[in-house]
């Protein structure tokens, strides 16, 4: 099996490549000036050049906040990429994973939404990568659709390394209490994708570390663990405004994963003690 990679320089893309490389697959990275997602005649050439069996799609616009004030952009790689994608996919007849969002929900209740469940999201961010499922499920029958979330990695930028960027300060640290959901582990995550694709199991799937928690929680826990003396102080989501609205429930049910032979993730506590200690 080949696979090519979109979004390699991102967190989980990076991971991702790091997995098929300990397991000897062959595998495709390419950079974004050589394949742009938004440009559909350099997706059609890199991955009719490559011809992969599988493509894990984790290039995407990530900037929740940023996507408010750039809607046409955001939909431009999130939307139109992931189709550029899919077509691709479709005339070399590869299969697709897609790694989608929980934003892709409206966030009300405390129940965790199941693969089925009916979307609503609630800013432009989960709006695009919304639209980026449904190309998939037009354009291919041989797709997986990997909703995630919270997530955390060793290459890139996140919520972990920006609570300990901040804890330096030795001042109060202000965050939410109100939005729950998993934290995730990209090294926990890259492996489920790859053993996805090795598979014929097809369809939409929830995959994130076990356990939930809220944005404070996780805060206070990466300092209890890293050792920090920070006070953490616990905000509602009105009295923290940001640009984008977030879903207060993230919450995501994963009982798909071992109903298909997918063992799950590490419980999410779990994922941060190996994280603070790969930093």
């Keep these: 099996m080949t ?18 490389e300990r397991r000897g697959v062959p595998y495709a990275a390419p950079a974004r000036g050589e394949m742009d997602l938004t440009d559909p005649g350099q997706v059609m050439e890199t991955v009719g050049r490559v011809r992969p069996d599988a493509v894990i799609h984790c290039g995407a616009w990530t900037g929740v906040d940023a996507a ?7 939909f431009a790689v999130n ?44 800013n432009v961010y989960g709006e695009s990568k919304l639209a980026g499922e449904r190309a998939v499920e037009e354009l291919l029958e041989r797709y997986f659709i990997v909703r995630i979330s919270w997530v955390f990695g060793k290459h890139g930028n996140n919520f972990v390394k920006t609570m300990l960027r901040l804890a330096e300060s030795g001042r109060e640290i202000r965050v939410v209490h109100d939005q729950v959901g998993s934290p995730t582990y990209t090294a926990d995550l890259a492996p489920l994708l790859c053993d996805m694709v090795e598979t014929e199991k097809y369809g939409i799937y929830h995959a994130a570390n076990e356990g939930f928690c809220s944005w404070a929680e996780f805060a206070e826990e990466i300092f209890r663990q890293s050792g920090q003396d920070v006070a953490v102080r616990r905000l509602t989501t ?36 190996r994280y603070l200690a790969e930093l």
């Design 238 to 273: 009105e009295e923290y405004p940001v640009r984008a609205r977030r879903p207060l429930n993230s919450r995501l049910g994963k009982g798909k994963l071992a109903e298909n032979g997918f063992a799950p993730l590490p419980e999410w506590r779990d994922g941060l003690r």
């Design 3 to 20: 696979v090519l990679v979109t979004g390699a320089g991102g967190q989980l893309g990076w991971d991702v490549c790091r997995t098929l």
């Design 68 to 74: 408010e004030e750039a809607r046409e952009a955001a």
């Design 79 to 122: 939307g139109g990429g992931t189709r550029n994608v899919a077509m691709a996919c479709r005339e070399v007849g590869a299969k697709m994973l897609y790694t989608s969002t929980d934003y892709v929900f409206p966030g009300t209740g405390t129940r965790p939404y199941e693969p089925d469940d009916p979307p609503g999201p609630v």
